[in-house]
């Protein structure tokens, strides 16, 4: 599962880094909760959170039914 989160996340990447951020996968673990590392504006950006759960969690949960959740480390 951990390469078809990456592909997804390649995906919505180019939305992230226009705004001057990005993320990076660290790791999907058997519960199917994705572990984020946001980084450039995302890591101190107020909306960091509501961009995590209602775009990034959001789109995930819906390409692969096995994500359960999406938490930033």
């Known amino acids: 599962m951990k390469k078809e989160v990456q592909t997804i996340l390649d995906q919505i990447r180019p939305s992230l ?3 001057g951020g990005d ?5 999907v ?3 199917g909760v994705v572990k984020l590392r946001l980084k450039g504006a995302c890591a101190g ?3 960091a959170q509501m961009t995590l759960k209602q775009g990034i969690e959001r789109i995930m949960k ?3 039914p096995q994500v359960t959740k999406v938490e930033s480390v």
Do not use: R
Not at 23 to 27: C, G, M, N, P, R
């Open 62 to 64: 819906e390409k692969i």
């Open 23 to 27: 993320a990076e996968l660290v790791d």
């Open 29 to 31: 673990d058997d519960q």
């Open 45 to 47: 950006c107020p909306m």
């Open 17 to 19: 880094q226009a705004d």
